[in-house]
Each structure stands twice: as C-alpha cells, then as structure tokens.
C-alpha cells in the first residue's frame, strides 16, 4: 500500500514541471556552490601550505643569532584548510587565518576573510550548506505543502478516505513518495561532493561527509514531516502554504540572527582596547595586581641565591638571563592562560545561549553541526589556536633554556644560537581532532535535532483521524 | 467613488483580517529589535572611540610634559631609549601616536553592513600599513557568521515579503470567494478597483516600513542637527519607496494573471527567491571566481622574505638609502650610523620590494569591489543593499574613502617623522605640538547622489514597467470577468 502509494506521489511531481524547475534551479545552485566554494578551498588550502612551509623553512634557515633574536623573529601560524570547508565555511571567514608566534605575547589571530570581502558578497554568499540549510527546505514546502490539503480541495482525499487508506499510511506513503523525488536531485549533488572531497581528502573526508549526509537528511526529514502535518491539518493549500512559510522564514531568516544576537548579550564580550589594557596591565602587575615585575624578579633572584649558596647571579651553575626570561615567559603565559580563558568561558556561554535558540529553531542546531562536522566552528578553531600557542610555548622555552644552559656568565644576549638548536624544535604540525571527538563535543546539538524528529513524530502518531473534508 | 474612497473601503476590510495584525506585529517587533541592535553596535564602536581618544589625550598630555621638561633641561628623571618623546624614531613608530578615527556615520544605527569585519580605528605608525590595518575587535565568530540584525536587513528581506503576503491574494481571493463579480459590477472602472485593492494593501506596507525607520531614528537618539542627516534620511525613505513600489508592481503583474490564490503566492515567493537571493547569489559566486580576495597569508610571507633579505644584505641597503638622502651623509660624523636610520634604511629596502606587491594586493581588492558594485545591476535588492549602506554609512565607498584618506595621512606621518630622524633633530614642545592629526572627511551628498541614483533609477523603471504590464492584465481580467 505504501509502496503504491509512494510511486503514485512520485511520479506525480516528477512529471510535474514545477519540480523540474525547481529541481533545476536549486540543484544547479548547489553544483554552482559546490564547485565555486571548492575552487577557491584549493587555491587557498596551497597558499596556505606553501606559506606555511615557506615560514617554517625561514625559521630553520636562520643565519646564527642570539637564541632571543630568534624568538622575536618567531614564524607565523597559518590555519590549515579542512576537507569539507568548501561545502561548509563555518566561522573561517570570521576568525582570523593567521597568528604571529613570538616571545612574550600570546598573538591573536588575524586577517579575517570577511574583512576582504563586500557586504553584496557576504549578503548573497552561498556555500553548499546554505543551499541545503535554507533552499532545500523551501524546496520541500513547495513541493509538499498541498500533498493533503490539495487532496482536499479537489476533493480526493474523501475517496482515498472510502478506500480504507490509513491517514498514517498515506502520510507515509507521502513522505517516502515525494523524498525519493527529492533523493533524485540530492544523490547526484552529493555523489559530485563526494568525488570534490576524494580527490583531496581521501578516507576521512569521505567518512565525514558521511556524517554531514546524515544531518541533513534528519533536517530535510524533519521539514518533509513537518510539512505533511501541517498539510494534513489545513483547510486549504494556501493556509498550509501561509503556515509553512512563515516557519521557513523564522527556522531560517530570523531566528538564527535573532539568537546570535541575543546571545550576545548573555555574556558581553570585552573590547579589543579593553582586553589588551587588561592583558598588559596583569602583565606588568601580575593577575592578582599586586606583584609588579620589580618584586617578582627581585624575589627570583633572592630565592635563587639562597638555594644556590651564592651572592651573584653570575656564580649560578645556569645563565641567569635565559633561567630569567623562561620565568618570565611563564609569568605570561599565566596571564594569557587567564584572559584567553575567560574570553574562551564567554564565548562558550554566547554558544550556549546561541544552541538554546534550537527549541524554536532547528536550524541552529544543524548549522552548528553542519560546521563542527565540516571542521570550521569555534571549537576547531581554538584547537588550532592552542596547538599554535603551544609550539610558541615550546619554542620560546628551547630558545631559554639554551641560553640558560649554554650562555657563559652575564653573556646571556651575546650567545648565538646555530641551526641544531632552530631543528631541534621541530616543525609545527597540527592533527586536527577526528570526527568522533567532534560528534561527541556536538552532543547537545545532536540532541536537539533528536528531540526535534522524535517530538514531531509523536504528534504524527497522536494525529489518528485525518479530515477529509 | 473617488480612489480615496475606495482605499478607506479596503482599509476597512483589512482591518478585519488576522492576517495583516500578525504580519503588523512581526514586522514591527523585528523592526525595532533590528533598530536596537544596530543601535547597540553602534554604541559599542562610539564607546571604544571615546576610550581611544581619552586615552590618546592622557598619553598625549603626559608625554608632552616630560618632553617639556627634557627639552628644558631636566635631568632628574630617566628616561628609556624606548619611550623617549623627544625621539622622532620613536614617536613616530607609535608612542604616544593619535588614533586614525572612522566614525559611525549619522544614520549610523540603521546598517551595520561591513563594519563589524572592517577596521574603524588605527593607532598611527611609520611601520608599514599592512602590518597594522586590520580589524582586531574582539567578537564572537559564531555571532558574525549568523549576520547581523540590522534594520537594513529587515527591510531588504521581510519588507518585501510582508508586501507579497499583504498581497498575493488580493484578486485571487476575491474570485475564489466568488465576491469578484460582485465588485465589478460596481459603477466604477473595474481597474480603479482592483488597483485600489492592491494600493491599499502596499501603502500599508509602505507606511509600516516608514514608521518602522522615524521610530528607529527617534529611538536610537540619531542627532537630526544636521541638514545633511536630514537629505540621508530622506533618500533612504525614498530607497523604501523605490523597493516598495518595484515589489508592487511584481504583486500587480502576479494578481493580474489570472491564477489561484496558490499559485500566485508560489510565483511571488519565486519571485522573492530569484531577486533576494539567487540573482545575488549568483553575482556573489562570480565575483568570488573571478575576483577572489587577495591573499594576505602570501603577502606576510612575502614581506618577511623581503625584511630577511634586506637584513641579509644590510650593507646594501643602508647604500642604496644614503644614496637617495645625500643630506644624511652630510650631517654624519663618523661612527656607527644611527640603529633608527639603519631599521629605516631595511624598511625603505624590504618596501621598495614589496611595492609593487602592495600594489598589486590593493588593485585586486579594488577590482573586486568594482565588479561586485556593478553586479549591483543584476537584482533590485543588491541595489537597494548597495544604497540602505550607503546611506548609512556602511557602505564600500565610505571604507575605501576612508582608505584613502589613511594612506595620505600615513605618508605625512612618516614623512614628519622620517625627516627628523634622518636631520638628526629631537622633537621640540613646537614639533609636538606640529604632529599631523587624522580626521575622517564625509563624503558629500552630491557624490553620494551620483552613486545612488543609476540603481534607483533602475529599479523605479523596473517598477514601472511590472505596474504597466499588471496594469493591462487587470484590464483583461476585468473585462474577462
């Protein structure tokens, strides 16, 4: 029954010219998206890779020079490409691509794609995602949304009623009927990602478009579903229409601005001029504002001559300015470790507040998932930063300890570090976290986008009688 | 029956419907949520600008003592080599430097458009301009990524859907009610009717999206002194206008063909998609492929190799810029050249390298900005996008102005200080008083005029041509029932 059901709806819309049309239109926008996106990922992802070899072989190549020169020389961290960042940029064009690793400050990421972008290309901007999060859907409510209720109009649905059909069955029958139609403009779209994401990416993107191929399939069920119900409860096609897309425009216009906006006001973010203030001002006087660099260095020292048994920092068995400088750099890096780490907790607060926006909105938990799958959110972004912050970390301390442990007394700046000590670091290289971790850091989304389907179909399964009339 | 009549006839019926108070209140409540968010963003940037320029007039006033008192002689207090205000090097690299300023426009609080991701303020240097003129304000990605809520973008995206959905079914609904043969066998011109029908309908839109931007004004405390804020508003409600009125004339030529109620709002809806978002995603999509953005992850790695190959041959360098400023040589006594000139002469050298890259970074920039500004043409709503920023002071041209105006400023920048350092002179009080200040100069509304006109001009001509087109459809559709 089913079956007939389904093949009846199917044929029906793909014969209808309406379909095709919008078959063509939206399916062509995605190839479009698709295609665009990818050609731009690929120049990017080789000049990132090849800037990014180019700065670490500057680095290795430095002519012999004070181990502290060589900090402050430093080298710069590019954010790497992820597989599937051409179908979803996520927050990449919004996060800064780029941060100086150097000693003594813990540098924000710069050069934000956006900034070099106009506001006709940022407004009309498509990646694939957004055709899926936001065209597809109202591809489904056009296609759907008289499934019932012009059943009803014409009147058929009161002889489909004397048949004896089940309204769940019809229901059904609907859903698979019109989403097999959908499934002939998606496969192929998502065979042309696959074959994108193969040929640069190989297993693990083919495993994460995986996952992403589930999301969006959950959300366009969820939409098909939703679409259905309200079919099955309007008088008339245009009511359903009316309804439809007004939840369309708020799931996807409205609401995830809406959210975004509101959550800002959760937890305010500092200025840049009040943050750095704040960052110098701990440096200078310590997080607790009370142990100026004066005190601490003059403390240093003096524990230092105790436990040593000597009266000058030159009879040390170490070079007192490399073992000074390495407190020092640790002496910051608590201080970033503090203000970074509050700007992160408020960022993390806005974020939850934001996915609190998915009990009105599923869209904003898909989106979220969209991008963390994808591997350019927030999180994935800070993974990089801290991967970064650490190799400026171990840099900064080999580049000290040599001083420390090779400079003669008091001769601290006139030492020269030569290339066994610029390899010795080793390059910097960033494993970026596997689709697993991923799902399981997205939990709460992945359980709103549950919570949405499972509430939905109960209210489907609740619905038993269906009006004919 | 006058037309007057005939919209109070139609209002009266309007009145009744739910569906216009839903469509009323939403509009209304997302209208004056976008005038406060705008507003609040606003407030955020005028708030750090304040902070800046207090700042800068307490470094200002500070430094201008102490080099009072060194000037003079005073020797009790020690200075370093590196916060020594009477060292042009110095000074000039930033210490105590004024802020370079782009203020919120007037109308400000209306459009956000590129500013929360373009920078608005700079400290001034003599360092090269693309190590330092970037946006590094602090806010949420995730936030940015949702775009902005701005009264900009409800009237570029709902205001006209608020006018189809008022609309779609002003002539269909009639006739499925089967009250159309009835209101034309009134004694009246059958199109007076219907386009007084329709005309009801949009006015109110209309008059929505207008009150919407007067309350938005008032609320978010706009100052209204000047004449000029007076033109801006007036052209921006003339964009609402022109917006309007093309979005009915789509509605009129839809009603006027003779469909169901359904199909008609599917046709508008598809409508809305091709000119709010696929004619936009398109121009998008090629401006990308043909104009992508300039690399500036390959621009830092090149400046580096440039500065490591000036380093590596300093000897050269520090030739070649003696040979360019013969007065140095003069004024040297022997001895080691001066650590500020020699970082001078690696800079000169690292940006004669770099020059023609810069160059080639801003042309491909411009280039980009050019081509989207004439895909502007291809769908009315970039058009009025293009103009509601405008207007606002949030559009391209006022940033690239604001472009221009910094790169003047930073050439007098270092050329003040440059030339100190190289005539070997310490700052004076006179000098200190004589450093070159930044301020943003708006555009004039005439330029701003010749922008914004061919695009309206376009659309209003769009308009009038779906009104005609509707106009004869009614006319069949009267004649027809």
Redesign the interface.
């Given at each position: 029954m089913i079956a007939t059901i389904a093949a009846k709806e199917f044929r029906e819309l793909v014969r209808d010219g309406r379909f095709r049309w919008a078959a063509v239109v939206v399916g062509s926008l995605l190839i479009v998206a698709a295609l665009a996106g990818w050609t731009a990922w690929r120049t990017q992802a080789q000049t990132r890779d090849a800037a990014q070899s180019t700065m670490q072989a500057m680095w290795f190549n430095q002519p012999a020079k004070n181990p502290h020169s060589a900090a402050h020389y430093g080298l710069w961290a590019f954010k790497p490409q992820m597989p599937l960042g051409f179908i979803d940029r996520g927050v990449d064009p919004y996060t800064g691509t780029a941060s100086w690793l150097e000693a003594h400050r813990q540098n924000e990421f710069r050069f934000r794609p956006a900034m070099d972008a106009t506001a006709a290309q940022r407004f009309g901007e498509w990646t694939t995602a957004g055709v899926l999060q936001l065209l597809v859907p109202l591809l489904i409510i056009l296609l759907a949304h008289g499934a019932f209720a012009g059943e009803r109009e014409r009147g058929t649905l009161r002889q489909l009623a004397s048949l004896g059909v089940p309204a769940r069955t019809l229901l059904i029958g609907k859903a698979v009927g019109i989403g097999g139609a959908m499934g002939l403009l998606l496969v192929p779209v998502a065979a042309v990602g696959a074959a994108l994401v193969m040929r640069d990416s190989g297993a693990d993107g083919l495993f994460r478009l995986f996952a992403l191929g589930g999301v969006y399939f959950a959300y366009f069920t969820l939409f098909l579903v939703l679409t259905l119900f309200v079919s099955a409860r309007a008088a008339s096609a245009r009511g359903a229409l009316i309804v439809l897309l007004s939840l369309w425009a708020w799931n996807g216009l409205v609401a995830p601005r809406l959210a975004a906006d509101m959550a800002r006001g959760v937890a305010p973010t500092p200025t840049a001029r009040a943050f750095s203030a704040d960052v110098q001002r701990s440096l200078a006087n310590g997080v607790d504002g009370h142990s100026p660099a004066s005190t601490r260095n003059r403390l240093l020292q003096d524990s230092l001559l105790a436990a040593h048994g000597v009266s000058h920092v030159d009879s040390l068995p170490f070079n007192y300015s490399g073992y000074s400088m390495q407190r020092g750099e640790e002496h910051a890096n608590g201080v970033f470790d503090h203000h970074f780490g509050e700007l992160w907790a408020q960022y993390a607060a806005q974020d939850r507040a934001q996915l609190a926006g998915a009990v009105v909105a599923p869209l904003v938990a898909v989106r979220q998932l969209s991008m963390a799958i994808a591997g350019t959110d927030f999180a994935q972004h800070r993974a990089f930063a801290d991967a970064a912050e650490s190799y400026r970390r171990l840099l900064n301390k080999a580049m000290n300890d040599a001083i420390a442990d090779h400079a003669a007394p008091g001769q601290g700046f006139s030492y020269l570090g030569d290339s066994t000590l610029w390899a010795g670091v080793g390059p910097f290289e960033y494993e970026a976290p596997g689709l697993g971790r991923v799902l399981v850091a997205q939990a709460p989304s992945l359980l709103f986008v549950t919570a949405w389907l499972f509430a939905l179909v109960v209210t489907v399964r609740r619905e038993r009688r269906l009006s004919v009339l | 029956m006058s037309f007057l009549t005939m919209l109070r006839f139609e209002w009266r019926v309007l009145r009744r419907e739910r569906?216009l108070w839903v469509a009323v209140v939403f509009f209304g409540a997302?209208g004056l949520?976008a005038a406060s968010?705008g507003a609040r963003f606003t407030a955020?940037q005028r708030?750090?600008i304040a902070?800046?320029e207090q700042?800068h007039a307490q470094r200002r006033d500070s430094l201008g003592q102490l080099l009072g008192r060194l000037h003079a002689g005073d020797t009790s207090r020690r200075v370093s080599a590196f916060a020594d205000p009477r060292s042009p090097a110095v000074v000039g690299r930033g210490l105590g430097a004024p802020y370079t300023i782009l203020p919120p426009a007037a109308l400000a609080p209306l459009a956000i458009?590129?500013r929360d991701?373009?920078?608005f303020w700079a400290q001034a240097s003599t360092r090269t301009k693309q190590t330092f003129f970037?946006?590094?304000?602090?806010?949420?990605?995730?936030?940015?990524?949702?775009?902005?809520?701005d009264l900009a973008?409800v009237i570029?995206?709902?205001y006209p859907?608020i006018i189809l959905?008022l609309t779609f079914?002003a002539v269909a609904g009639e006739r499925e009610r089967g009250t159309l043969a009835i209101v034309l066998a009134q004694p009246v011109d059958p199109r007076r009717v219907l386009g007084a029908k329709l005309a009801a309908r949009a006015l109110l839109a209309l008059a929505l999206a207008l009150g919407l931007t007067f309350v938005a004004v008032l609320l978010t405390g706009v100052s209204l002194g000047d004449p000029d804020t007076w033109l801006r508003l007036a052209l921006w409600c003339a964009v609402i206008v022109v917006y309007g009125a093309f979005w009915f004339g789509i509605s009129m030529a839809v009603n006027a063909a003779r469909m169901?109620?359904?199909a008609s709002?599917?046709s508008l809806?598809a409508a809305w998609?091709g000119v709010v978002?696929?004619?936009?995603?398109?121009?998008?999509?090629v401006?990308?492929?043909t104009h992508?953005?300039?690399?500036?992850?390959?621009l830092?790695?090149r400046l580096?190799?440039a500065t490591?190959a000036a380093s590596?041959k300093r000897e050269d360098a520090m030739a070649s810029f003696l040979l360019d400023h013969p007065a140095y040589i003069a004024d040297a006594s022997g001895g080691a050249p001066d650590p500020n000139v020699v970082s001078m002469a690696l800079q000169d050298a690292a940006e004669r390298v770099m020059a023609p890259e810069y160059a080639a970074f801003d042309a491909a920039?411009d280039a980009?900005?050019d081509a989207?500004?004439s895909?502007?043409f291809l769908s009315p709503a970039?058009v009025t996008?293009?103009a509601l920023?405008d207007l606002a002071g949030?559009?391209?041209a006022r940033f690239r102005a604001y472009e221009r105006q910094f790169d003047t400023y930073h050439a007098e920048w270092r050329d003040f200080f440059f030339s100190r350092t190289l005539s070997r002179r310490s700052l004076s009080p006179t000098d200190w008083d004589a450093i070159p200040m930044f301020r943003f100069a708006e555009e004039s509304a005439s330029a701003l005029w010749r922008r914004l006109a061919p695009g309206l001009g376009m659309t209003l001509l769009l308009a009038m041509a779906l009104a005609a087109l509707g106009r004869r459809g009614l006319t069949a559709a009267a004649q027809a029932r």
């Open positions: - | 569906l997302l949520y968010s955020q708030l750090t902070e800046l700042a458009g590129q991701v373009q920078p970037v946006n590094d304000e602090i806010e949420n990605p995730a936030v940015l990524v949702s775009g902005r809520l973008f570029l995206v709902v859907l959905a079914d169901s109620a359904a709002a599917v809806l998609l978002v696929v004619l936009p995603a398109v121009a998008a999509a401006v990308t492929v992508p953005s300039p690399s500036r992850i390959a830092t790695t580096r190799e490591d590596a920039l980009q900005r989207a500004a895909f502007r970039l996008q293009a920023l949030a559009g391209e």
